[in-house]
């Protein structure tokens, strides 16, 4: 596949482009992190003119960051694992049969994600803490109730999107595994979870990203314990202070195990389905 | 009421839906030895409160067995948290409200009211200053909360930026403020003569009361909100004038948001005046303004009064303490709550968080016999007037300080503002303000 | 009418379970939905028949019920609420449609333009990605700290730099805000598309292209006839899932501009929460919401039945 030298040319230009407007606001979270907060406050500056690794260090006593970091770490994982086999079950059925009610389903599943969430917020919490009185679930204020919540916000996109990268997988694939005498769930997950791996990979880093940056619901369900890191951030601004420094050193130390998590998922990403794969 | 029984039902037995088994409520701690409180967040982190607050409540333990687990609950959250405790009955046993909230509050019939006999408990009525006090609830009815923390607004200037201009004595009247502010702004030196948080729509909406009241302005009637007065209009174009006609405040400012952007400013010489609460003392301390650096005035008002006018510099701001009706600990709350507002504890915390005590003994000690202290103590018990104590007193600061918001943006960006526009946004303001009521 | 599946030949004694096993493996999905997205949906539609503020909220379920009174202040076209709402609901759907504008073509631009392997692929491919890693308080708040009029990188770019203008310009309040608004939706959410799009891409056989090539199809033949009809399935999902985050969106504009955003930039969300959680009207915020829902449930099925006959004309 040869490209043409222009061809060549846009591409370059379209990548050169968009990594500017991605690296510059890192650039600016980047560099403001190791200025003195005084120096933040003040005008721009592209080049620090001191250099102080305070902000890394105070970042820790300002805010319990640790805790929040578990906490989120713990929920978000929980939510993302959980809502993957959910996910990835209702989506082989949704791709691969046709039944009654599967048209009522994918709508209403649609339907939950055009209320907006501010408003469901109250009557949650409330059932929350019905369950709580009723029956001794601890859901409100703990890590299993916020799990709960966060893995059925990510649920219908991701079986939408799950159903979307199966429907693109030719249906001779797993046909032939049936065929050969396997059974349904063998032949999701040999032979179509395989292939759709990109798409997996994919949604997970959507249903991973769902429960980590969530900050209403987390605001009224969590309490200091069990408090995440998307609304824990927010306590370097208080009424009369922005602490710029350390909010932007916080971050980026705890986007780090997140990126290497996506570098990792970047071999899944490309993988899956090449050219031959189709045996039919 | 049948069916409204019935979603109750629904909402409780979705216990089943998720496939969960039961096993019967759990018990509690023991009742009449823990509290459960969450405190505001005042000081500059939520951890140093609680380094602030530990050792006292070790003490409360001490002297009466009673442990309190404090939470402290950042601003942006803690209505959130307080409607979700009322609606649902499961909540703290003492909260800090924001004393404004108090008639919104008490509305909901979720917090202990302070008749007499319960006052009483707590030190009695006398024991507070009277201005904090009426910032706790309705008029006419026993206040839902008491007060905690006080604070009131003051002029901060520069002494340096003051002597260099060679002005000797702080403005005292609205006339000198502007002429003072005016010789002050230097904009090719980047220098202003007064700071504005434009977008914090609180604050616009603490300027545009208590100029009102200057004003002559009743902003409600009974329950009829009368936004769009003349005396309103005249008190809302003083404060954007100061921007817009005065021209001594940088228009950047229409877009801050945090006490720290003006403090910042003024810090650094590039705004010799600002008109802030005096926790802003703690916060310039934070920033590295010694003290000796700057003095603290009354905000000065204009002499004289027009017409009807009342002198009013500053609401009665402050933090207040409710009591949760529902408490399993009623006693010990009250006992807490007594605790928090002695005169001792009083020294302690303000001291601690750069606050004015509510209680008038407390003054005594020399750590609030400072000038600056004595300004602002003045303001609170002298010229402060409570905000409206109306259950729908956040919707009337949302609406006022949303319209001065965009008031303040227009004039910022060159765009001319008289006083058909502020009548327009009042009357908008005002008809908002009708129909949600 | 129910075909029990086209699952290929099976024994007659498998069909029962075959006919069963799409309910089963729905089942979890379902009972989740249900529990939390469900129940409380109606229960918030009900909530929007009361009378619920601060006087009743303690024991809501016995409020004042007031059957479509709320609606009808939501829908009173002479009264500057309403109006005031139709204005954010104006400003909601453009942002959303140039928002979603935005995050797709950029996305797809990036996909299509990593797709082809080279040195540093891997890099741009995990930086790309990052704006959708940082927390969403970071991302906004740097923003924020960029679009300041004295001290911001944008105004410190355009103005002394390049000195495109003499008047620093306002970003966070006034008009600007919208542009603002969107810009920083953009930065935040196009990364997923770009995801999205990354992984459709591999599932599309190398052969195709190969076939094109040898017909001697240039690279916009090659995305129009072979990349976008084989992303379309995962494309129709993908843009609906942008619009409604997009219409959605209610920490973008709150974190940008505080409590009081400008009138240029305040999304309906906005208004649904101010009367929901500042003024404690939850019977209005309700009201609000079932309208919104029922908008987008509008656009939703009208946009998913165009595709499908799209789909089933082509």
Same mark, same amino acid.
């Given at each position: 596949?040869?490209?043409?030298?222009?061809?060549?040319?846009i591409?370059?230009?379209?990548?050169?482009?968009?990594?500017?407007?991605?690296?510059?606001?890192?650039?600016?979270?980047?560099s403001?992190?190791?200025?003195?907060?005084?120096?933040?406050?003040?005008?721009?500056?592209?080049?620090?003119?001191?250099?102080?690794?305070?902000?890394?260090?105070?970042?820790?006593?300002?805010?319990?960051?640790?805790?929040?970091?578990?906490?989120?770490?713990v929920?978000?994982?929980?939510?993302?694992?959980?809502?993957?086999?959910?996910?990835?079950?209702?989506?082989? #059925?949704?791709?691969?049969?046709?039944?009654?009610?599967?048209?009522?389903?994918?709508?209403?599943?649609?339907?939950?994600?055009?209320?907006?969430?501010?408003?469901?917020?109250?009557?949650?919490?409330?059932?929350?803490?019905?369950l709580?009185?009723?029956?001794?679930?601890?859901?409100?204020?703990?890590?299993?109730?916020?799990?709960?919540?966060?893995?059925?916000?990510?649920?219908?996109?991701?079986?939408?999107?799950?159903?979307?990268?199966?429907?693109?997988?030719?249906?001779?694939?797993?046909?032939?595994?049936?065929?050969?005498?396997?059974?349904?769930?063998?032949?999701l997950?040999?032979?179509?979870?395989?292939?759709?791996?990109?798409?997996?990979? #994919?949604?997970?880093?959507?249903?991973?990203?769902?429960?980590?940056?969530?900050?209403?619901?987390?605001?009224v369900?969590?309490?200091?314990?069990?408090?995440?890191?998307?609304?824990?951030?927010?306590?370097?601004?208080?009424?009369?202070?922005?602490?710029?420094?350390?909010?932007?050193? #916080?971050?980026?130390?705890?986007?780090?195990?997140?990126?290497?998590?996506?570098?990792?998922?970047?071999?899944?990403?490309?993988?899956?389905?090449?050219?031959?794969?189709?045996?039919? | 009421?049948r069916?409204?029984?019935?979603?109750?039902?629904?909402?409780?037995?979705?216990?089943?839906?998720? !496939?969960?088994?039961?096993?019967?409520?759990?018990?509690?701690?023991?009742?009449?030895?823990?509290?459960?409180?969450?405190?505001?967040?005042?000081?500059?982190?939520?951890?140093? +409160?609680?380094?602030?607050?530990?050792?006292?409540?070790?003490?409360? @333990?001490?002297?009466?067995?009673?442990?309190?687990?404090?939470?402290?609950?950042?601003w942006?959250?803690?209505?959130n948290?307080?409607?979700?405790?009322?609606?649902?009955?499961?909540?703290?046993?003492?909260?800090?409200?924001?004393?404004?909230?108090?008639?919104?509050?008490?509305?909901?019939?979720?917090?202990?009211?302070?008749?007499?006999?319960?006052?009483?408990?707590?030190?009695? @009525?006398?024991?507070?200053?009277?201005?904090?006090?009426?910032?706790?609830?309705?008029v006419g009815?026993?206040?839902?909360?008491?007060?905690?923390?006080?604070?009131s607004?003051?002029?901060?200037?520069?002494?340096?930026?003051?002597?260099?201009a060679?002005?000797?004595?702080?403005?005292?009247?609205?006339?000198?403020?502007?002429?003072?502010?005016?010789?002050?702004?230097?904009?090719?030196?980047? @220098?202003?003569?007064?700071?504005?948080?434009?977008?914090?729509?609180?604050?616009?909406?603490?300027?545009?009361?208590?100029? !009102? @009241?200057?004003?002559?302005?009743?902003?409600?009637?009974?329950?009829?909100?009368?936004?769009d007065?003349?005396q309103?209009?005249?008190?809302?174009?003083?404060?954007?004038?100061?921007?817009?006609?005065?021209?001594?405040?940088?228009?950047?400012?229409?877009?801050?948001?945090?006490?720290?952007?003006?403090?910042?400013?003024?810090?650094?010489?590039?705004?010799?005046?600002?008109?802030?609460?005096?926790?802003?003392?703690?916060?310039?301390?934070?920033?590295?303004?010694?003290?000796?650096?700057?003095?603290?005035?009354?905000?000065?008002?204009?002499?004289?009064?027009?017409?009807?006018?009342?002198?009013?510099?500053?609401?009665?701001?402050?933090?207040?303490?409710?009591?949760?009706?529902?408490?399993?600990?009623?006693?010990?709350?009250?006992?807490?709550?007594?605790?928090?507002?002695?005169?001792?504890?009083?020294?302690?915390?303000?001291?601690?968080?750069?606050?004015?005590?509510?209680?008038?003994?407390?003054?005594?000690?020399?750590?609030?016999?400072?000038?600056?202290?004595?300004?602002?103590?003045?303001?609170?018990?002298?010229?402060?007037?409570?905000?409206?104590?109306i259950?729908?007193?956040?919707?009337?600061?949302?609406?006022?300080?949303?319209a001065?918001? +965009?008031l303040?943006?227009?004039?910022?960006?060159?765009?001319?503002?008289?006083?058909?526009?502020?009548? +327009?946004?009042?009357?908008?303001?005002?008809?908002?303000?009708?129909?949600?009521? | 009418?129910?075909?029990?599946?086209?699952?290929?030949?099976?024994?007659?004694?498998?069909?029962?379970?075959?006919?069963?096993?799409?309910?089963?493996?729905?089942?979890?999905?379902?009972?989740?939905?249900?529990?939390?997205?469900?129940?409380?949906?109606?229960?918030?539609?009900?909530?929007?028949?009361?009378?619920?503020?601060?006087?009743?909220?303690?024991?809501?379920v016995?409020?004042?019920?007031?059957?479509?009174?709320?609606?009808?202040?939501?829908?009173?076209?002479?009264?500057?609420?309403?109006?005031?709402?139709?204005?954010?609901?104006?400003?909601?759907?453009?942002?959303?449609?140039?928002?979603?504008?935005?995050?797709?073509?950029?996305?797809l631009?990036?996909?299509v333009?990593?797709?082809?392997?080279?040195?540093?692929?891997?890099?741009?491919?995990?930086?790309?990605?990052?704006?959708?890693?940082?927390?969403?308080?970071?991302?906004?708040?740097?923003?924020?700290?960029?679009?300041?009029?004295?001290?911001?990188?944008?105004?410190?770019?355009?103005v002394?730099?390049?000195?495109?203008?003499?008047?620093?310009?306002?970003?966070?309040?006034?008009?600007?805000?919208?542009?603002?608004?969107?810009?920083?939706?953009?930065?935040?959410?196009?990364?997923?598309?770009?995801?999205?799009?990354?992984?459709?891409?591999?599932?599309?056989?190398?052969?195709?292209?190969?076939?094109?090539?040898?017909?001697?199809?240039?690279?916009?033949?090659?995305?129009?006839?072979?990349?976008?009809?084989?992303?379309?399935?995962?494309?129709?999902?993908?843009?609906?899932?942008?619009?409604?985050?997009?219409?959605?969106?209610?920490?973008?504009?709150?974190?940008?501009?505080?409590?009081?955003?400008?009138?240029?930039?305040?999304?309906?969300?906005?208004?649904?929460?101010?009367?929901?959680?500042?003024?404690?009207?939850?019977?209005?915020?309700?009201?609000?919401?079932?309208?919104?829902?029922?908008?987008?449930?509008?656009?939703?099925?009208?946009?998913?039945?165009?595709?499908n006959?799209?789909?089933?004309?082509?």
């Open positions: 596949m040869a490209e043409s030298g222009w061809a060549r040319w591409r370059r230009a379209v990548i050169t482009a968009l990594a500017v407007f991605t690296l510059v606001p890192l650039y600016v979270m980047v403001s992190s190791v200025k003195p907060l005084r120096d933040v406050q003040g005008p721009f500056t592209a080049v620090p003119s001191t250099i102080t690794l305070q902000p890394f260090v105070d970042m820790w006593r300002t805010v319990p960051l640790a805790r929040y970091f578990v906490n989120s770490a929920i978000a994982l929980g939510a993302m694992v959980c809502s993957m086999v959910i996910a990835i079950l209702a989506a082989y #059925a949704v791709s691969r049969f046709r039944f009654r009610g599967r048209g009522t389903f994918l709508t209403s599943a649609l339907a939950t994600q055009m209320f907006p969430g501010i408003l469901f917020l109250l009557p949650l919490f409330l059932i929350f803490v019905n709580d009185r009723g029956f001794g679930l601890e859901l409100f204020g703990s890590r299993v109730g916020m799990v709960i919540t966060y893995l059925t916000f990510a649920l219908p996109f991701s079986i939408w999107l799950l159903a979307g990268y199966f429907d693109a997988i030719p249906r001779e694939l797993d046909e032939a595994a049936l065929v050969d005498g396997t059974g349904p769930l063998g032949a997950f040999r032979v179509l979870l395989p292939a759709a791996l990109p798409g997996v990979a #994919a949604v997970a880093v959507y249903s991973f990203m769902t429960a980590w940056t969530e900050v209403l619901f987390a605001s369900l969590t309490t200091s314990e069990t408090r995440t890191l998307a609304v824990g951030l927010r306590a370097y601004a208080t009424q009369s202070n922005v602490y710029w420094n350390q909010v932007m050193a #916080a971050s980026l130390v705890v986007s780090v195990p997140v990126l290497l998590g996506f570098l990792l998922l970047q071999r899944a990403l490309v993988q899956g389905l090449t050219a031959g794969a189709v045996k039919s | 009421m069916s409204r029984k019935g979603v109750a039902a629904l909402v409780a037995g979705l216990g089943l839906s998720l !496939g969960l088994a039961g096993c019967g409520s759990g018990g509690g701690a023991d009742q009449t030895t823990t509290l459960t409180y969450w405190a505001s967040n005042q000081a500059a982190s939520q951890e140093q +409160d609680k380094q602030i607050l530990q050792p006292e409540l070790d003490k409360f @333990r001490q002297r009466t067995g009673i442990t309190v687990e404090v939470e402290v609950i950042p942006s959250d803690l209505l948290r307080i409607l979700a405790a009322t609606s649902s009955g499961e909540g703290p046993d003492v909260v800090n409200i924001g004393n404004t909230w108090s008639a919104s509050l008490q509305a909901t019939g979720a917090f202990t009211a302070f008749d007499d006999a319960t006052l009483a408990k707590v030190g009695g @009525r006398d024991r507070f200053l009277a201005s904090s006090l009426a910032s706790t609830g309705a009815q026993p206040p839902a909360s008491v007060p905690v923390y006080g604070l607004y003051g002029l901060f200037y520069n002494k340096k930026l003051f002597a260099e060679g002005i000797t004595a702080p403005p005292s009247t609205w006339d000198e403020l502007v002429t003072v502010a005016t010789a002050l702004t230097k904009p090719d030196q980047q @220098r202003w003569g007064l700071g504005i948080l434009g977008s914090s729509y609180t604050e616009n909406a603490h300027f545009a009361y208590l100029l !009102g @009241r200057q004003h002559g302005a009743e902003l409600f009637d009974g329950d009829t909100p009368r936004f007065s003349p309103m209009v005249a008190a809302v174009r003083q404060y954007v004038d100061l921007l817009a006609t005065h021209e001594v405040v940088n228009p950047s400012n229409a877009e801050y948001l945090n006490d720290v952007q003006i403090l910042s400013d003024f810090a650094a010489g590039k705004t010799a005046m600002v008109m802030i609460q005096n926790n802003a003392v703690a916060n310039l301390r934070t920033i590295g303004m010694p003290e000796a650096d700057y003095g603290v005035v009354p905000i000065p008002m204009t002499d004289p009064l027009p017409a009807g006018g009342k002198r009013v510099n500053s609401h009665v701001a402050g933090v207040n303490l409710g009591v949760f009706a529902n408490s399993d600990n009623p006693g010990g709350a009250m006992t807490f709550v007594e605790f928090l507002t002695s005169p001792e504890e009083q020294k302690i915390l303000n001291h601690a968080f750069g606050t004015l005590p509510v209680v008038p003994d407390a003054y005594t000690d020399p750590a609030f016999q400072t000038p600056t202290i004595e300004t602002f103590r003045s303001v609170l018990a002298d010229t402060a007037e409570p905000l409206p104590m259950p729908q007193e956040a919707q009337f600061e949302t609406l006022i300080g949303a001065l918001k +965009d303040l943006a227009r004039a910022a960006s060159g765009q001319p503002v008289d006083d058909a526009t502020i009548h +327009d946004k009042l009357a908008t303001a005002n008809e908002q303000m009708k129909s949600a009521g | 009418m129910s075909t029990a599946a086209d699952v290929g030949p099976r024994p007659a004694r498998r069909r029962w379970s075959a006919r069963a096993l799409p309910y089963l493996i729905l089942a979890p999905a379902l009972v989740a939905e249900l529990a939390v997205h469900i129940v409380p949906m109606l229960v918030g539609v009900f909530m929007s028949t009361l009378r619920l503020n601060q006087f009743s909220i303690r024991d809501w016995n409020a004042p019920f007031v059957g479509l009174d709320n609606y009808v202040s939501v829908a009173t076209l002479d009264s500057s609420v309403a109006a005031g709402l139709l204005r954010s609901f104006g400003v909601t759907v453009l942002f959303s449609v140039l928002a979603v504008l935005g995050e797709f073509l950029l996305g631009a990036a996909a333009a990593l797709h082809r392997p080279f040195r540093g692929r891997a890099v741009l491919r995990t930086l790309f990605l990052v704006p959708f890693a940082l927390p969403m308080f970071s991302s906004v708040i740097t923003w924020m700290f960029m679009l300041q009029r004295d001290t911001g990188l944008v105004n410190t770019v355009l002394d730099w390049l000195g495109l203008t003499d008047e620093r310009p306002f970003w966070l309040v006034g008009q600007n805000s919208f542009v603002s608004l969107v810009v920083v939706a953009v930065w935040r959410t196009w990364p997923f598309a770009f995801l999205t799009i990354t992984a459709g891409l591999q599932s599309i056989p190398t052969e195709l292209y190969e076939a094109a090539n040898v017909d001697g199809a240039g690279p916009w033949r090659r995305l129009f006839s072979i990349t976008l009809p084989m992303l379309r399935p995962v494309n129709t999902v993908l843009l609906l899932v942008l619009f409604l985050w997009s219409f959605n969106d209610f920490n973008t504009p709150y974190l940008l501009f505080g409590q009081a955003a400008p009138a240029e930039a305040g999304l309906i969300s906005l208004h649904i929460y101010q009367s929901s959680f500042v003024t404690w009207n939850f019977g209005l915020g309700s009201a609000m919401s079932v309208l919104m829902l029922l908008f987008l449930l509008v656009v939703t099925v009208g946009y998913l039945a165009v595709v006959r799209r789909r089933d004309n082509g």
